[in-house]
Protein backbone atom coordinates (compact mmCIF):
# COMPACT_ATOMS: atom_id res chain seq x y z
CA UNK A 1 0.00 0.00 0.00
CA UNK A 2 1.24 3.69 -1.21
CA UNK A 3 1.86 6.10 1.83
CA UNK A 4 -0.26 8.68 -0.04
CA UNK A 5 -3.28 7.46 -1.81
CA UNK A 6 -5.28 9.93 -4.45
CA UNK A 7 -7.78 8.95 -6.74
CA UNK A 8 -6.01 9.69 -10.66
CA UNK A 9 -9.73 10.17 -11.76
CA UNK A 10 -9.41 11.50 -14.80
CA UNK A 11 -11.98 14.16 -13.42
CA UNK A 12 -14.16 16.61 -15.94
CA UNK A 13 -16.57 19.27 -14.91
CA UNK A 14 -18.52 22.27 -16.69
CA UNK A 15 -16.81 25.62 -16.21
CA UNK A 16 -18.12 27.24 -12.73
CA UNK A 17 -18.32 23.93 -10.61
CA UNK A 18 -16.81 23.46 -7.55
CA UNK A 19 -14.58 20.66 -8.02
CA UNK A 20 -13.08 18.70 -4.69
CA UNK A 21 -9.91 16.67 -5.02
CA UNK A 22 -9.25 14.21 -2.20
CA UNK A 23 -5.92 12.62 -0.68
CA UNK A 24 -5.70 9.92 2.32
CA UNK A 25 -3.07 8.82 3.62
CA UNK A 26 -1.08 6.24 6.09
CA UNK A 27 1.44 7.62 8.32
CA UNK A 28 0.44 10.12 10.91
CA UNK A 29 4.29 11.29 10.92
CA UNK A 30 2.88 13.89 8.56
CA UNK A 31 2.62 17.18 9.11
CA UNK A 32 3.02 19.42 6.29
CA UNK A 33 0.15 19.45 3.70
CA UNK A 34 0.64 20.41 -0.10
CA UNK A 35 -1.48 20.70 -3.50
CA UNK A 36 0.40 21.39 -6.55
CA UNK A 37 -0.87 22.03 -9.92
CA UNK A 38 1.01 20.39 -12.98
CA UNK A 39 0.13 21.51 -16.49
CA UNK A 40 1.18 19.27 -19.23
CA UNK A 41 4.82 19.06 -20.07
CA UNK A 42 5.55 21.70 -16.75
CA UNK A 43 6.84 21.35 -13.22
CA UNK A 44 4.92 21.28 -10.81
CA UNK A 45 3.66 24.71 -9.63
CA UNK A 46 2.49 25.06 -5.22
CA UNK A 47 -0.82 26.16 -4.58
CA UNK A 48 -1.46 25.76 -1.36
CA UNK A 49 0.34 24.63 1.61
CA UNK A 50 -1.22 23.99 5.47
CA UNK A 51 0.60 22.62 8.72
CA UNK A 52 -1.25 20.40 10.59
CA UNK A 53 -5.30 20.08 10.94
CA UNK A 54 -7.93 22.52 9.79
CA UNK A 55 -8.87 24.68 6.65
CA UNK A 56 -6.93 27.35 4.45
CA UNK A 57 -8.49 29.26 1.91
CA UNK A 58 -7.16 31.76 -0.94
CA UNK A 59 -8.84 33.01 -3.36
CA UNK A 60 -10.51 30.28 -5.36
CA UNK A 61 -8.81 27.33 -3.10
CA UNK A 62 -9.88 25.92 -0.45
CA UNK A 63 -7.28 23.20 1.45
CA UNK A 64 -8.68 21.07 4.09
CA UNK A 65 -6.93 18.80 6.27
CA UNK A 66 -8.31 16.08 8.94
CA UNK A 67 -5.47 13.85 10.45
CA UNK A 68 -8.39 12.12 12.32
CA UNK A 69 -9.00 11.00 9.53
CA UNK A 70 -5.69 10.84 7.63
CA UNK A 71 -7.69 12.46 4.37
CA UNK A 72 -6.94 15.81 3.00
CA UNK A 73 -9.09 17.73 0.20
CA UNK A 74 -8.32 20.97 -2.01
CA UNK A 75 -11.56 22.50 -3.34
CA UNK A 76 -11.90 24.75 -6.51
CA UNK A 77 -14.80 27.00 -6.33
CA UNK A 78 -15.73 28.57 -9.63
CA UNK A 79 -13.85 26.15 -11.63
CA UNK A 80 -12.42 27.91 -14.80
CA UNK A 81 -10.53 26.31 -17.90
CA UNK A 82 -7.38 27.22 -17.23
CA UNK A 83 -7.70 25.58 -14.09
CA UNK A 84 -7.49 22.10 -16.28
CA UNK A 85 -4.29 20.38 -14.96
CA UNK A 86 -2.49 18.05 -12.91
CA UNK A 87 -3.42 18.11 -8.99
CA UNK A 88 -0.75 16.38 -6.89
CA UNK A 89 -1.30 16.26 -3.21
CA UNK A 90 2.13 16.29 -0.50
CA UNK A 91 2.89 15.72 2.47
CA UNK A 92 6.05 15.68 4.98
CA UNK A 93 7.17 14.90 7.95
CA UNK A 94 8.14 17.68 10.65
CA UNK A 95 11.24 18.28 11.69
CA UNK A 96 14.65 17.07 11.49
CA UNK A 97 16.60 16.52 8.32
CA UNK A 98 13.64 15.22 6.50
CA UNK A 99 11.91 18.21 4.82
CA UNK A 100 13.64 18.06 1.11
CA UNK A 101 11.47 14.47 1.21
CA UNK A 102 8.11 15.33 -0.08
CA UNK A 103 5.71 12.16 -0.55
CA UNK A 104 3.31 13.05 -3.58
CA UNK A 105 0.12 11.07 -4.46
CA UNK A 106 -0.12 10.01 -7.90
CA UNK A 107 -2.17 12.78 -9.03
CA UNK A 108 -5.47 13.64 -10.42
CA UNK A 109 -5.92 14.93 -13.83
CA UNK A 110 -8.97 17.68 -14.29
CA UNK A 111 -10.46 19.16 -16.83
CA UNK A 112 -13.00 21.78 -16.89
CA UNK A 113 -14.81 22.53 -19.80
CA UNK A 114 -16.61 25.85 -21.60
CA UNK B 1 16.65 33.26 -14.71
CA UNK B 2 13.83 34.04 -13.38
CA UNK B 3 13.43 30.12 -12.86
CA UNK B 4 14.76 27.02 -12.19
CA UNK B 5 16.60 25.61 -15.36
CA UNK B 6 17.07 22.17 -16.59
CA UNK B 7 18.72 21.01 -19.62
CA UNK B 8 18.74 19.12 -22.06
CA UNK B 9 14.93 19.43 -22.07
CA UNK B 10 14.13 15.91 -23.79
CA UNK B 11 17.04 13.09 -23.78
CA UNK B 12 16.91 10.13 -25.71
CA UNK B 13 19.78 7.09 -25.30
CA UNK B 14 20.38 3.67 -25.78
CA UNK B 15 20.23 1.10 -23.28
CA UNK B 16 23.43 0.51 -21.37
CA UNK B 17 24.81 4.51 -22.18
CA UNK B 18 25.67 7.12 -19.31
CA UNK B 19 23.36 10.23 -19.33
CA UNK B 20 24.18 13.74 -17.35
CA UNK B 21 21.33 15.99 -16.59
CA UNK B 22 21.96 20.03 -15.44
CA UNK B 23 20.00 21.67 -12.71
CA UNK B 24 20.69 25.66 -12.68
CA UNK B 25 18.71 26.29 -9.16
CA UNK B 26 16.79 29.91 -8.61
CA UNK B 27 20.26 32.12 -7.87
CA UNK B 28 20.74 32.25 -4.26
CA UNK B 29 18.57 29.65 -3.27
CA UNK B 30 20.61 27.24 -0.71
CA UNK B 31 18.44 23.71 -0.86
CA UNK B 32 17.83 21.58 -4.28
CA UNK B 33 15.73 18.48 -4.96
CA UNK B 34 15.67 15.90 -7.45
CA UNK B 35 13.13 13.83 -8.20
CA UNK B 36 11.62 11.19 -10.77
CA UNK B 37 8.08 11.35 -12.08
CA UNK B 38 7.11 8.35 -13.86
CA UNK B 39 4.09 7.57 -16.64
CA UNK B 40 1.25 7.20 -14.17
CA UNK B 41 3.15 7.52 -11.15
CA UNK B 42 3.42 10.54 -8.67
CA UNK B 43 7.07 12.50 -7.99
CA UNK B 44 9.57 10.41 -6.34
CA UNK B 45 12.28 11.35 -3.83
CA UNK B 46 16.02 11.01 -5.19
CA UNK B 47 18.16 13.41 -3.09
CA UNK B 48 19.07 16.64 -1.65
CA UNK B 49 21.47 19.15 -1.15
CA UNK B 50 21.01 21.71 1.39
CA UNK B 51 24.02 24.45 1.87
CA UNK B 52 27.12 22.44 2.77
CA UNK B 53 25.30 19.70 4.44
CA UNK B 54 26.10 16.18 3.35
CA UNK B 55 23.22 15.27 0.55
CA UNK B 56 20.55 12.85 1.37
CA UNK B 57 20.67 10.07 -0.76
CA UNK B 58 18.16 7.96 0.77
CA UNK B 59 16.27 7.94 -2.57
CA UNK B 60 18.27 7.07 -5.31
CA UNK B 61 17.17 3.96 -6.16
CA UNK B 62 20.47 2.75 -6.94
CA UNK B 63 24.13 2.75 -7.19
CA UNK B 64 24.16 3.89 -10.96
CA UNK B 65 22.58 7.09 -10.18
CA UNK B 66 24.44 9.69 -8.46
CA UNK B 67 24.24 13.89 -7.78
CA UNK B 68 26.66 16.16 -7.05
CA UNK B 69 26.07 20.06 -6.81
CA UNK B 70 29.04 22.31 -7.38
CA UNK B 71 29.95 25.85 -5.78
CA UNK B 72 26.61 25.23 -3.83
CA UNK B 73 24.32 26.38 -7.31
CA UNK B 74 24.47 23.81 -10.61
CA UNK B 75 23.52 20.46 -9.83
CA UNK B 76 24.39 17.39 -12.44
CA UNK B 77 22.41 14.03 -11.54
CA UNK B 78 24.14 10.76 -13.58
CA UNK B 79 22.86 7.77 -14.51
CA UNK B 80 24.85 5.08 -15.39
CA UNK B 81 24.37 2.37 -17.80
CA UNK B 82 20.73 3.33 -18.50
CA UNK B 83 18.01 1.29 -17.78
CA UNK B 84 14.49 0.92 -19.62
CA UNK B 85 12.77 1.32 -16.73
CA UNK B 86 14.92 4.84 -15.90
CA UNK B 87 12.54 6.35 -18.28
CA UNK B 88 11.00 9.42 -16.76
CA UNK B 89 10.67 12.99 -16.15
CA UNK B 90 13.50 13.87 -13.85
CA UNK B 91 12.70 17.37 -11.96
CA UNK B 92 14.95 19.57 -9.93
CA UNK B 93 13.77 22.02 -7.46
CA UNK B 94 15.31 24.49 -5.56
CA UNK B 95 14.06 26.63 -2.35
CA UNK B 96 15.19 29.17 0.19
CA UNK B 97 13.93 27.64 2.82
CA UNK B 98 12.03 24.81 3.79
CA UNK B 99 9.14 25.60 1.41
CA UNK B 100 8.00 25.89 -1.40
CA UNK B 101 9.60 24.06 -3.66
CA UNK B 102 10.30 25.86 -6.90
CA UNK B 103 10.67 23.37 -9.71
CA UNK B 104 11.78 23.34 -12.66
CA UNK B 105 10.06 21.57 -16.28
CA UNK B 106 12.19 18.56 -15.95
CA UNK B 107 14.05 16.32 -18.33
CA UNK B 108 12.09 13.81 -20.41
CA UNK B 109 14.74 11.03 -20.42
CA UNK B 110 13.70 8.20 -22.57
CA UNK B 111 15.88 4.81 -23.13
CA UNK B 112 15.41 2.87 -25.33
Known amino acids: QKEVEQDPGPLSVPEGAIVSLNCTYS??????FMWYRQYSRKGPELLMY????GNKEDGRFTAQVDKSSKYISLFIRDSQPSDSATYLC??????????????FGQGTILTVHP | GAGVSQSPSNKVTEKGKDVELRCDPI?????LYWYRQSLGQGLEFLIY????????KSGLPSDRFSAERTGGSVSTLTIQRTQQEDSAVYLC??????????FGNGTRLTVT
Open chain 2, 49 to 56: FQGNSAPD
Open chain 1, 90 to 103: AMRYAGGTSYGKLT
Open chain 1, 27 to 32: NSAFQY
Open chain 2, 93 to 102: ASSLGRLPLH
Open chain 2, 27 to 31: SGHTA
Open chain 1, 50 to 53: TYSS
